[in-house]
């Protein structure tokens, strides 16, 4: 194995991350090296979940809980048992949680991915729109590609420790699969002959375009460019059956429709060649024009659920893992299907590609005629096109009922928490809590997203970001009579000691759902700790949220997880922090905007706060 020399210069200060990284090894033997994920003990979670109820749920309630919890933990009993079955399955699978984990929360899930799990991206908007832009892109993504397939991919590091890299082998080259109950994953990265293809949608009509020369070697961006300029020729009608708005529907739904639709030949053939290719690009029509302030919001739901059958929802295959979207308008981001990955791979491809894209000099390259690239057909029978309209209808409610905010925070950025020595990712999540509990007078369930990378093919556990101690300053802030200070640095200093914890595999969420699957696994009654009323609340996240820091200057978007919540999504940048807020129209109790601008007030009155106060009073 060749140990390649690399120097990267990331430095994300937060929560989750501190990657610096020196050198690489073999990424993906590599993996085989790190630590398996341990099982924390049961004892710890249950005193670390009574805390986390304590903001949360009423005195009696925890009281009841508390019982509970006890009964549980005895000596010899049920906890014990189920803590065991987990200490087995650890020493079986190289990692207890990771397949328990993507049934569970993605391909048993059986909301629409669109909205209700697939992230979005915004990028900075093109100056102009051409096609160009798009071929180099596609040649950054290529260029990207190329460092997994001969494994000299850096290994990034979190807290001086390496972090497992197969997530990158998960985003290229797959698709999820719908099925009537469960959906599945497939993908062609690692097999014999990878697919050479990417397939690219304009107006509702998919290509295949291969992307590699004969010899291997992938397409300059000057025959991209030629190859989608006759893509976007011959895909000029504006009439056609948006097939690919059958992914946006409920899973069950897509499922049986998709049985259906692969019935014929031609369509099976299509829909494989969909699943199979490295990604794909949605070349998409122009939405309705907007002012610049609203720009970004604009582009956020475009890039979440397409702005509806009208405009661009049919544009797009959303069972597919990586799809780039550029707008006839200039607009360009793009979505991701949650179930291979999280946010933390996809934007640091995302950086390689935009770095790429600014240095990269079209080169003309003699031409050799390429094949004109190949249409995908549809055979749409009536059955068909029933269940396009059904997925049509569904998908037009979710967008208006999608109430979304992106905005930026441009008044400060990771500057000032790190010159008042406080970590970024914590004074955000409790300028989050502020501006929550100044709107509802209560706190709620927080989830934030922590890695657990640095074990072996680790996906995430939860921060609880509402903590006692949170609750503590939230409440003291508006009051003048209190050392809001002292309260804030100890809120901060919390939520930094609990994301150690979490991505040190010991936070509660991922072990107390293990010890239930466990439960199941064994074919035993419930325990009644997750029969109770506690762990329903703790489990109903108001505020979802995420810190999804990039080089590039741009953010990430998801939907709220209930109906009532929140999604909140954040890039901190050095000056200026970009955020996502989303919510659902159809609750009256939310409002992204409003959220949006509590939270800006939040930031800054914290800010204010500090800098009133002497630092000798910390
Ligand atoms: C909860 O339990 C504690 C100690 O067992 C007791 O002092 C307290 O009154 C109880 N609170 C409620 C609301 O039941
Ligand atoms: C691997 O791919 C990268 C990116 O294209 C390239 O710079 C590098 O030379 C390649 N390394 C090997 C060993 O082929
Ligand atoms: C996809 O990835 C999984 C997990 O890494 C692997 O087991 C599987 O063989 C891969 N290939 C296909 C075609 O699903
Ligand atoms: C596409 O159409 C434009 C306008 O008709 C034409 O100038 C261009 O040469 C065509 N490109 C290809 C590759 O056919
Ligand atoms: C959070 O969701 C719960 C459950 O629907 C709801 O009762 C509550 O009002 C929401 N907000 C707060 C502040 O808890």
Redesign the pocket.
């Known amino acids: 194995v060749?140990h390649?020399l690399f120097q990267v210069d990331c430095y994300l200060w937060s929560s989750i991350m501190t990657l610096c990284l020196l050198h690489t090894q073999n990424t993906l033997t590599s993996f085989h090296l790190k630590p398996t994920l341990p099982v924390p003990p049961l004892q710890q979670t249950c005193e670390y979940y009574l805390a986390a109820l304590t903001p949360i749920v009423d005195p009696e309630e925890l009281n009841h809980t508390r019982k509970l919890l006890e009964e549980f933990q005895k000596p010899g009993g049920v906890g014990e048992r189920l803590q065991k079955g987990l200490e087995q399955r650890t020493k079986k699978m190289e990692n207890w949680l990771s397949d328990w984990w993507l049934q569970t929360a993605y391909l048993d899930y059986r909301m629409p991915v669109v909205v209700h799990s697939s992230p979005g991206v915004v990028l900075p908007r093109m100056d102009i729109f051409s096609l160009r832009y798009a071929a180099k892109l596609i040649a950054g993504v290529l260029?990207?590609k190329?460092?997994i397939?001969?494994?000299?991919l850096p290994v990034e590091y979190l807290g001086g420790k390496p972090l497992c890299m197969n997530q990158y082998y998960q985003v290229l080259s797959s698709c999820r699969i719908p099925g009537t109950k469960r959906d599945t994953v497939v993908n062609y990265t690692l097999v014999k002959r990878p697919p050479t293809h990417i397939t690219v949608v304009h107006n509702f009509q998919f290509f295949v375009l291969d992307v590699y020369n004969s010899d291997g070697t992938p397409l300059t961006i000057d025959q991209i460019y030629i190859q989608l300029e006759k893509i976007w020729n011959s895909s000029l009608q504006t009439n056609k059956e948006p097939i690919g708005i059958l992914t946006s529907n409920h899973r069950n739904s897509w499922g049986k429709a998709y049985n259906n639709l692969i019935k014929d030949k031609t369509n099976k053939e299509s829909v494989r060649a969909i699943q199979k290719s490295i990604f794909t690009v949605c070349l998409d029509a122009p939405m309705p024009r907007v002012s610049d302030d609203m720009y970004r919001t604009c582009a956020g739901v475009q890039m979440l659920h397409g702005g509806g059958s009208r405009w661009n929802s049919g544009n797009r295959w959303f069972d597919k893992t990586l799809q780039f979207i550029i707008g006839e308008d200039g607009t360009c981001g793009l979505i991701y299907e949650h179930a291979p990955a999280e946010g933390p791979p996809i934007v640091s491809l995302i950086d390689h590609v935009v770095e790429y894209m600014k240095k990269s000099e079209m080169v003309r390259t003699p031409m050799v005629p390429l094949r004109m690239p190949q249409k995908l057909r549809f055979h749409i029978t009536p059955d068909i096109k029933k269940d396009i309209e059904e997925a049509k209808q569904n998908m037009n409610i979710m967008a208006h009922d999608l109430d979304m905010k992106v905005s930026v925070f441009s008044h400060f950025g990771k500057d000032f928490p790190k010159s008042q020595k406080m970590s970024p990712d914590a004074f955000i999540q409790m300028a989050l809590q502020l501006a929550y509990y100044r709107i509802y007078k209560r706190c709620c369930p927080t989830y934030e997203s922590a890695s657990l990378r640095m074990f072996r093919l680790g996906r995430t556990d939860t921060i609880r970001s509402t903590s006692i101690d949170s609750d503590k300053f939230v409440k003291a802030m508006d009051d003048p009579n209190t050392e809001k200070v002292a309260l804030l640095d100890k809120a901060v200093k919390a939520h930094r000691a609990y994301t150690d914890m979490a991505i040190r595999g010991q936070a509660i969420d991922r072990h107390l759902l293990g010890l239930k699957l466990q439960a199941i696994e064994d074919l035993a009654a419930l325990p009644e700790i997750f029969m109770d009323t506690s762990y329903a609340v703790v489990l109903h996240f108001n505020l979802s949220t995420s810190q999804v820091p990039a080089k590039t200057n741009c953010v990430m978007c998801f939907g709220p997880v209930v109906p009532d919540g929140y999604g909140v999504c954040y890039n901190p940048m050095d000056t200026h922090i970009n955020f996502a807020v989303s919510a659902f129209n159809s609750c009256q109790d939310t409002n992204a905007a409003r959220l949006a601008q509590a939270l800006e007030d939040a930031l800054l009155d914290i800010k204010t706060l500090l800098e009133q106060t002497p630092k000798a009073k910390l």
Do not use: Y
């Not at 397939?149 to 000299?152: C, M, P």
């Open positions: 060749a390649r260029d990207f190329s460092m397939d001969n494994e000299t």
